[in-house]
């Protein structure tokens, strides 16, 4: 972070009781010169990423690249570019909103859930050679959170009792709810096609 921007969103942060690290990428990068990070480390629950001007990425940008490979959830506070990963961003805000912004990209409904979950899915279904599923909704009312799986034929039993543990720990990092989360797993049924009718006899 730097610029008039940043120190207002530092601010602004602090203020709400939020404990802040800051990160300016690049060579100062402090992992890479052997010290520890927040995002590797699992000690960030969002980065809040300040852009003063809708230049190309540059090395300051760098750490809006690692959270999204760390799957940690991200706000962009300020201008995207042309180029670039904005559009993975959980939140888009002005300093001014970044607390809500902050609140709202931890959301157990946003975008990075998606992609936790999405994971998990993934990683339960390969070994039994079983393909993603069609539809993948997460919904959340205060302390309740709804995962729904609609895939295009019956899921056996067994993998059933794998999915719901691992979207479970999935939403772990975002909701305190996680260990609770409802995760309803449907099956479409084919459409009729034409002549495959019965006559009821």
Sequence with gaps: MRGGDAVEVLDRLRRA??????CRGGERCALAIGGTCPLADHMADVLVHVRERPDPPVDRDRPFLCATVA????????????????TRADAHCSPTGVVDAAAKAVRPTSATAHRRVRQAVADVLRPHGLRSP??????????????SLMFERPVPVRVREELRPAIRAALAALSRYWAVARVTILAG????TAGSARTPR
Aim: aromatic share 8%; proline share 12%.
């Design 189 to 192: 049924t084919p459409a009729p």
């Design 134 to 147: 069609r539809r993948l909704e997460i919904s959340a009312d205060h302390d309740v959170i709804e995962v």
């Design 71 to 86: 799957e940690v959830p991200t706000v962009l506070c300020g201008y995207p570019s042309v180029e670039g990963p904005w």
């Design 17 to 22: 009781g939020h404990t802040v690290y800051t």
